[in-house]
């Protein structure tokens, strides 16, 4: 059963079809735990994902920001159920009917899965921020079926994306202006299929290749993306950014494997940071993310804001905790960080909004990671 339960989390998922999730790259887990919200803010090289332009706030007192190792798995909060249900059904005495009772359970929730990893380094030199990193990502979204049809019992969409991407960004007037771009070249393999309860219970053994033989897709694209940041110097006490960036200029393409479009994103961060190790920085951020309505999937506003804090409890040499709160899609997201030498452990909940307008379907969702960095 833990091979069955190993093969529909990891080889899988990218956008299930009938749910209206935006399609995305990577989802960084400090970042979501501030609600996404990130265009202004920068500092670490997750900038690369959110606004090359980020790459000129890494400090130039860390000298280099490495993320050598690290993983994160996610999961939604159904998922988990799902998971755990199934467990018990694959043990009964009669599998086939116990994995139906647990299908019909679920028709209609989206079933989250993933794990990836993003070793990363970034370094400010002069006027320059530089960031090299490469990617790997795995996600399932899997939805049983709301009735009995040729389809079977339970669709499955899932992905692998892997590749390496870069950045650079370039400060001026005193490095009040930060101007960046980022380049990434991945690869993604697809699969799009439905599956039947008899087949999760025959095929349990080896499900990972049973599913991938006969439908994977796979393609590769290059994007582009251009960002820039400009301090407008204090406001209420707090140092205030303005960004903008433009992702994915002219889509990611991977043919059938499905696209990424290009999103124009506008966000203003502030920022008050002291010297204190003691509840010494605070950043609060608001993002509007595709301005311009390239998602396709609906028109809503509400799904494109995005807004957070982060705090730094502690920080000190070989230690430090942060607390992150926000709002995702209109939902609720939290997390927590602890550092401890080279050690780094982020917790994480958000919400992705799988219906066609904010509120409608929530879709909770939790995310853990663990980091050599330094």
């Known amino acids: ?16 079809p009938i749910a209206l999730e935006y399609p995305y790259v990577y989802k960084d887990p400090r970042v979501m735990g501030m609600g996404g919200a990130y265009v202004a803010v920068g500092g670490t090289s997750a900038s690369l994902f959110y606004n090359p332009a980020g790459l000129g706030k890494v400090r130039k007192e860390a000298g280099f920001e490495v993320d050598l190792i690290g993983a994160t798995v996610a999961f939604s909060e159904d998922g988990y159920n799902f998971v755990r249900d199934l467990d018990r059904a694959m043990r009964s005495d009669d599998q086939l009917n116990a994995t139906l009772d647990v299908l019909k359970k679920y028709r209609g929730e989206v079933l989250h899965f993933s794990a990836d990893t993003f070793p990363s380094v970034a370094k400010r030199v002069g006027n320059f921020g530089v960031a090299l990193g490469g990617l790997f990502v795995a996600r399932m979204d899997a939805v049983p079926h709301q009735g009995f049809s040729s389809q079977g019992l339970l669709s499955i969409d899932g992905s692998v994306t892997y590749g390496g991407l870069g950045g650079v960004s370039y400060g001026l007037m005193g490095e009040r202006l930060i101007l960046g771009v980022g380049i990434k070249q991945l690869t993604r393999e697809r699969v799009q299929r439905d599956v039947t309860a008899r087949e999760l219970v025959e095929n349990q053994g080896d499900l990972s290749s049973y599913l991938w033989s006969e439908a994977k897709r796979v393609g590769s694209a290059v994007g582009l993306d251009l960002g820039v940041i400009y301090d407008v110097g204090a406001l209420f006490g707090f140092k205030t950014s303005l960004g903008a960036s433009y992702l994915n200029v002219g889509g990611l393409n991977f043919g059938g494997a499905g696209t990424v479009p290009g999103t124009l994103n506008l966000g203003v961060a502030l920022k008050r940071h002291t010297d204190s190790s003691f509840l010494g920085g605070l950043t609060l951020a608001f993002d509007v993310v595709d301005v311009t309505g390239n998602y396709k999937q609906d028109r809503d506003l509400g799904k494109r804001l995005r807004a957070g804090a982060e705090l730094e409890v502690w920080r000190g040499k070989l230690t430090g905790f942060t607390l992150r709160l926000g709002s ?3 939902y609720w997201t939290a997390g927590a960080e602890l550092r401890l030498l080279l050690l780094r452990i982020v917790a994480t909940t958000y919400a992705e909004e799988v219906g066609a307008y904010s509120g409608q379907d929530e879709n909770r969702r939790y995310m853990l990671s663990a980091y050599l960095t330094w």
């Open 328 to 330: 995702y899609q209109g």
């Open 1 to 16: 059963m833990k091979r069955l339960i190993l093969t529909l989390i990891l080889p899988f998922s990218f956008a299930f």
